[in-house]
């Protein structure tokens, strides 16, 4: 590109050549094209560096190596090779079904005056997924002090992103969480009508389990005055089934 991008989409990813490419074709036919892609890789073994290069005649794409420290690492580093003026944070098992998402997210979020925001969560096929991933919730507490979003999309102003230095790597569960309330005082909300997929792999391989685990995060946000640095649950990055499997 010969001028900077509006928008740059940083995908932070750890063995998702399976799903990937899902990602990666749902952007190139994105309406918008006035935007780069940046995939933040935590030293894969399984061929996604290859699956993104074969992308590199339909998007404007970069390929970065981040250690595997955990996705506020891999979004951070993502972020620093980053040119647009917005920043868009895809997880790699997220699916984008609307060529307009990438559009009307950054319209509705510029016209609404926000400068962090997403859209609506949808999990498919799972019921404790959507029991543990409630947009109705996300939608509720929106409206306080303390909103909360999921790290699977994120949108947020490049300017205010520098501002509070990005995310925190101190935090090994809840860094979306968050940044959403560190965000929140220069404006922030969830667009309506527009969706993004999230595949329910974690809560296939983990069952009641993650349910519990999500719920006591939120209890402990509650609680503990809404900071997590000292919350000990973890995040188990890059550890999940093929696609297909």
């Known amino acids: 590109m010969d001028k900077s991008p509006k928008v740059s989409v940083v995908i932070p990813a750890y063995n998702e050549a399976t799903y990937i490419d899902r990602l990666l074709e ?5 309406n918008l094209k ?9 030293l ?10 074969s992308f590199k005649d339909k998007l404007d794409i970069k390929f970065v190596e981040a250690p595997p420290h955990g996705p506020a690492h891999g979004r ?29 997210l950054l319209q509705e ?12 969560l949808k999990v498919e096929g799972s019921l404790l997924g959507k029991i543990g991933h409630s947009q109705g919730y996300m939608n509720l507490v929106a409206h306080t002090r303390h909103p909360i979003f999921q790290g ?5 102003d490049r300017t205010v992103f520098e501002k509070l230095n990005g995310f925190n790597e101190k935090i090994r569960y809840g860094e979306d969480n968050d940044y959403a309330t560190r965000a929140a005082p220069y404006g922030f909300g969830f667009v309506k009508k527009l969706y993004y997929y999230v595949d329910p792999r974690r809560y296939e391989q983990e069952g009641i389990k993650l349910l519990l685990k999500n719920m ?3 209890a402990y946000r509650l609680t503990h005055g ?9 995040y188990e990055f890059g550890k999940h089934q093929k696609r297909g499997d």
């Open 226 to 234: 809404f900071n997590f640095e000292k919350n000990t649950a973890t």
């Open 216 to 218: 006591s995060h939120e």
């Open 26 to 30: 749902a952007l190139a036919k994105q």
């Open 109 to 120: 979020t510029s016209r609404k005056g926000w400068k962090t925001s997403s859209a609506q």
């Open 44 to 53: 894969s073994k399984d061929g996604t560096k290859e699956v993104v290069g």
């Open 76 to 104: 951070n580093v993502g972020a620093a090779k980053a040119q647009g003026e917005w920043l868009l944070f895809l997880d790699a098992d997220v699916d984008i079904k609307d060529p307009k998402f990438i559009e009307d």
């Open 152 to 156: 699977y999309c994120m949108f947020t």
């Open 34 to 42: 006035d935007f780069e892609v940046i995939v933040s890789d935590a």
